[in-house]
């Protein structure tokens, strides 16, 4: 399985952007995908997921502000993300989880907000 995150790049404060993943390869069909980030210095922390079955979770700093979908047929997971600060600097990363077992990787995109 490979993931490949693209659409990040450099926005002002209360900007937007949009982060794009394809899945390639074979793997499940029941599935999580999602989007986490590393800030320099900081853990990788979650900021959205979906399911397979379209069911979403939001970390707190990106409720109201960001939209994760995905499409099923297309292997493609989006992040739209609205109303962007400084504290969401990061490089992004595009998760694949199937049950337990597989836990698989994108490259990253740098996501940069400048004030």
């Keep these: 399985v490979q ?3 693209s659409g990040g790049g450099s ?5 937007s952007l949009r982060l794009s993943c394809l899945a390639s390869g074979s793997f ?3 599935n999580v995908m999602g989007w986490y ?3 320099p210095g900081k853990q990788r922390e979650l900021v959205a997921s979906v399911t397979s079955g379209g069911t979403t979770n939001y970390a707190d700093s990106a409720k109201g502000r960001f939209a994760i979908s995905r499409d099923n047929a297309k292997n493609t997971l989006n992040l739209q993300m609205n109303s962007l600060n400084s504290a969401d600097t990061a ?3 595009c998760n694949l989880k199937i049950r337990r077992d597989y836990d698989f990787w994108g490259q990253g995109t740098l996501v940069t907000v400048s004030s």
């Design 91 to 93: 490089v992004y990363y």
């Design 28 to 30: 499940y069909s029941i």
């Design 11 to 15: 926005v002002q404060a209360g900007g």
């Design 37 to 39: 980030r590393q800030a």
């Design 3 to 5: 993931l490949q995150a």
